[in-house]
């Protein structure tokens, strides 16, 4: 696979990132096959991972890191992320220097290493001055346990907090962005991606396939269920407008993927590649099968009439479902923040 650079790290990363959340408990719980899988990914090219210690409680990285031991580490870009809750004590969450500084640890401990490439804040913490974050980040490079930090699922205010406080009290800064991003899901075309771009961060989408709904299983006349569907009901449930209009989008799109002679796998992760703000698109196997359904896409070029149907199918900048956003402010989702009298 061609090489992109990874923002202004000076990292060069294959254009597709294998995202390990399927390895362990939530997924895959075979730990040799998801280390074969991995094993495979990494000859086939790929020389980006992204895990997080919240993915069934660290076994994910557990699994990262016995994948490594048999290769030459210094050859993997490795991410990983901090910020959900990793246990009952409600200190061991956020974005906390407290937090990120034990969390660290751990996760150099659960991988195995001695460093991480590159360590992400999961989500915003609003509870956390931006500047505490920043302050643990910068200290953990400055110590070598990590080499950059990103962000991930920000909306486009914070990344622009954050690039200013970072330039204000002479911290390190978030040098990549981690965001939803698919055909279905292009909300962050209208400002986090520009932003992005103006600050020369990375950018490393996830759900490229939207949750499988662009993987092939979603469709007129076809089952429509996910393994995730009584977790996160709102980006699934059919009885939701929202999501019968992704039924409908979807049904289209593997329509517009036949005439071109693509799998609709490939037509989903080229769209997201196409896109010149990201560096790399994370996709997230649970089998082998999985696996080798989307190793095609880098090699794949869309034209610009397939392009311009895609845009009529799902319009620039929009969200077919807003709940595939990924993160919400307290001000949306709390009614106390937005009405001044409230019982």
């Known amino acids: 696979m061609n090489l992109h650079p990874l923002g202004r790290t000076g990292i060069k990363v294959s254009p597709l990132c294998l995202g390990a959340m399927m390895f362990g408990a939530w997924g895959n719980t075979d730990h040799d096959d998801s280390i074969r899988i991995i094993h495979r990914a990494l000859d086939a090219g790929i020389n980006f991972i992204d895990t997080a210690d919240v993915y ?59 460093y991480i490439d590159l360590y992400q804040i999961h989500r915003p913490d609003e509870s956390t001055d931006i500047d505490e974050t920043l302050g643990a980040l910068s200290d953990l490079v400055h110590v070598g346990k990590i080499r950059s930090f990103g962000s991930s699922t920000f909306p486009a205010e914070q990344i622009v907090q954050a690039q200013w406080v970072a330039e204000r009290r002479a911290r390190e800064r978030f040098m990549t962005e981690q965001p939803p991003y698919s055909i279905l899901v292009r909300g962050i075309e209208r400002d986090v991606l520009p932003v992005a ?49 992704k039924l409908e989008a979807v049904t289209q799109l593997a329509t517009l993927a ?46 610009s009439d397939v392009l311009d149907r895609i845009d009529e199918i799902v319009a620039p900048g929009t969200n077919v479902n807003p709940a595939d956003a990924g993160w919400s402010p307290s001000v949306l989702t709390t009614p106390s923040r937005r009405r001044r009298h409230h019982r």
């Not at 709904?213 to 393994?227: A, H, P, Y």
């Not at 989903?268 to 997230?284: D, K, R």
Request: with cysteine; proline share 5%; net charge negative.
């Open 56 to 114: 069934s409680q660290g076994e994910s990285e557990v699994i990262v890191g016995k994948a490594l031991t048999s290769l030459d580490r210094s050859r993997v870009v490795v991410a990983t992320k901090v910020h959900a809750s990793m246990g009952d004590d409600p200190n061991a969450q956020g974005n906390s220097r407290r937090w990120i500084m034990a969390e660290c640890d751990n996760s150099l401990r659960r991988l195995g290493l001695d």
């Open 197 to 245: 771009q103006s600050f020369g961060m990375g950018v490393i989408p996830w759900s490229p396939l939207a949750g499988g709904w662009l993987s092939g299983r979603f469709g007129e006349g076809l089952d429509n269920t996910s393994r995730r569907s009584a977790r996160i009901p709102d980006r699934y449930d059919l009885s939701l407008v929202a999501n019968q209009r």
């Open 258 to 303: 036949r005439e071109a002679g693509l799998s609709l796998i490939d037509l989903a992760l080229a769209f997201v590649l196409e896109h010149p703000a990201v560096s790399a698109a994370i996709i997230g196997p649970r089998t082998m099968e999985q696996l080798e359904s989307q190793l095609s896409a880098p090699d794949v070029r869309l034209e």
